[in-house]
């Protein structure tokens, strides 16, 4: 697709359910970030892929997260267990290569708003 | 923990002027830098990158780099009601650290 494309847009989900988040990266994109956006904070970061691979998790807040790119495209953000306080909304961005240094810069997808009551 | 600070604002600045966006960062080692521009109830879009000390020029924006004291800033010359959003600085050579925004407002 032309842009990183994410879903639901939306999710409401109760306490304790089982939520996952679905990101679609630019074409050819081997880098992929997952970020969480609270409502006036910047982007925080969760766990980025290169390839299949997690490259670096450290910003995964506990292990109710869980994210996986099995053939190095689509990404799937897994939350287990919600809680209220993991309402926010989940951004995800692809770059070309995953090192900023070389010039290749991360666009955004259009973030899914998940809300836990 | 590598930290970006910006200043909170909000920053008002009436149509046709420059607006003055700054940033600091902590991380001595980083080398790229971003600005990102979001409205309301969107995701970040990127407008502006830059690696080395310095200007970079794009259209009516300027981003500036200095690693010395490190700090980033942009300007936007002739400021446009289109312009009013928060912007986000951004450093980090593969995951980024961003500030919190600053919410600029171009009033006409």
């Known amino acids: 697709g032309a842009g990183v494309s994410q879903t639901p847009s939306n999710k409401v989900t109760e306490k304790g359910k089982y939520v996952e988040l679905r990101c679609d990266p630019i074409?050819?994109?081997?880098?992929l970030y997952w970020y969480r956006q609270s409502l006036g904070q910047g982007p925080e970061f969760l766990i980025y892929f290169q390839g299949t691979g997690a490259a670096d998790d450290s910003g995964l807040p506990n292990d109710r997260f869980f994210a996986v790119r099995p053939e190095g495209s689509v990404s799937t953000l897994k939350i287990q267990r919600t809680e209220r306080g993991d309402s926010a909304v989940y951004l995800c961005a692809s770059s070309l290569t995953g090192q900023a240094v070389l010039n290749t810069e991360a666009f955004f997808g259009q973030g899914t708003r998940l809300t836990v009551v | 923990q590598k930290e970006v600070e910006q200043n909170s604002g909000p920053l008002s600045v009436p149509e046709g002027a420059i607006a003055s966006l700054n940033c600091t960062y902590s991380?001595?080692?980083?080398?790229?830098f971003f600005w990102y521009r979001q409205y309301s109830g969107k995701s970040p879009e990127l407008i502006m990158s830059i690696y080395s000390n310095g200007d970079k020029e794009d259209g009516r924006f300027t981003a500036q780099l200095n690693k010395a004291s490190q700090y980033v800033s942009l300007l936007i010359r002739d400021s446009q009601p289109s312009d009013s959003a928060t912007y986000l600085c951004a450093g980090g050579d593969e995951k980024l650290t961003f500030g919190t925004g600053t919410r600029l407002t171009i009033i006409p």
């Open positions: 074409s050819g994109h081997t880098a």
């Open positions: 991380d001595r080692g980083s080398q790229s």
